[in-house]
């Protein structure tokens, strides 16, 4: 990764060189109620989508849960109904929580 130079000249004639970092705060984050039986919380970290459980004030990263990188966030549900949905009764559903 290369990083933008900025470069600054004092009035003795000498030059610093600055680089700029950008850090983006933009957190994507889903959080989904699966069939009334379990609780996650899915972030996007590093290019990937990781899985957190969520279950009585912990949260618990599920090494075993793998969701496909090139997956919007919009299709995760659909993804862990697919995945889970024997887990659910007629009328139940993988639904997004706040």
Known sequence: MQL???????QNG???VVQS?????DVISVK???FGRLQLDVVREGGLWVAYRLDLGKRM?????AI?????AS??????DDLYHEM????QVVREIE
């Open 61 to 65: 990263k599920l090494n075993e849960l």
């Open 68 to 72: 496909p990188p090139n997956l919007d």
């Open 14 to 16: 000498c030059n610093y």
């Open 88 to 91: 659910g009764r007629p009328g």
């Open 32 to 34: 989904f109620d699966v």
């Open 75 to 80: 299709e995760i549900g659909t993804y862990l």
């Open 21 to 25: 970092i950008h850090i983006s705060l």
């Open 4 to 10: 933008p130079l900025t470069v600054f000249n004092c």
